[in-house]
């Protein structure tokens, strides 16, 4: 394939660079002019203290987002809290930058792909993991950015370089949010299972540097909970044993799988993500991603649709019929009224 053919259609580099810049400066100033400047809810708190003293944070460890929590935590200005919330936030504003090049791979104007990056930046949950200190805008920021160099190595398969960063970016993934990452696995296998006679003398190489990436963090986690360090949630891990009940989140099997929850239960989640879904794409975005998916379907290769469905399947529907959890009905804003008490 020709470097021509290998660009997106209607390539142009000054404005797709200026489309792309867009697509992370606006959804960064979203975030920083709208993230909280003190401590909050959910597990800011303690992501917040694992990276000021670069600590152990609870299952899985996750030692990549400390380090980078860390890092920002050193800036010469704004407090602890304020620094924890922007590296959120840059992750978030990164992550929009690789939907914009994943929405151009696929074929979408530069206007179009400009538009879905800004509709994910503004989207209720992302928008709120992005002013937080959680893991979850880097999670989106190793997706995309996997995605994007897969898209892109389709076009050129024999550019080494794309598929050691595709599997570097993906043992680092695991060192971040492991179920969202293994759950997304095979959706990107699927794409890459196109262009396999390229990659079969390439896959022990890639094998390598994939498990290298994942190992490093947690090595240096496994170091770090040995030292005196201020917050360590369960203490040192001393044998593989140790590692393996924290990596595989065990200490947290009674909250993901409850002993009373049916499923029944399963399919009353099912419904309450179902209408979640809707209100958050709206019935027009709804039809718009529809549309989108069957132009997709005829204009694109196959494996391309369906390696995002699969995806999307997976971390929705396979993810929550692998937990088991009670679901309590509960009047429409109860939990934001109980709150404000």
Known sequence: MTPARARPEGFKPIRD??????????????????????????????????GAHLGVAHPPGYPLYTLIVHLFTLLPFGSVAFLGHLSSAVLGALACGCVYICARLIGASSISALTASLLFAASEHFWSQAIVTEVYTLNALFFFGKY?????????????????????????????????????????????????????????LLLVIL??????????????SHQDVLINFYGSIDTLKEFWFYFSRQGYIEVDISPSAGWHDRFRFMQWLGNEFLWQLTLPGFALAVLGLVILFRRRPAAIPWSGALVFLTNSIVRSFRMSLDVYPHPENTSSDALDQ
């Open 17 to 50: 660079g200026i489309a792309l810049a867009a697509s992370i400066v606006a959804p960064l100033a979203l975030f920083v002019l709208t993230l909280p400047r003190t401590v909050v809810l959910e597990d800011d708190g303690l992501f917040l203290m694992a």
């Open 211 to 224: 498990a290298c990436s994942a190992v490093l963090p947690y090595a240096w986690m496994v170091w770090r």
């Open 148 to 204: 994007a160099l897969l898209l892109y190595g389709v076009r050129h398969p024999h550019r080494t370089g794309i598929w050691i960063g595709a599997a570097a970016a993906c043992g680092l993934s695991l060192a971040n949010h492991v179920p969202l990452t293994v759950l997304s696995m095979p959706g990107l296998a699927l794409l890459a299972f196109t262009v396999r006679r390229h990659l079969y003398r390439k896959l022990p």
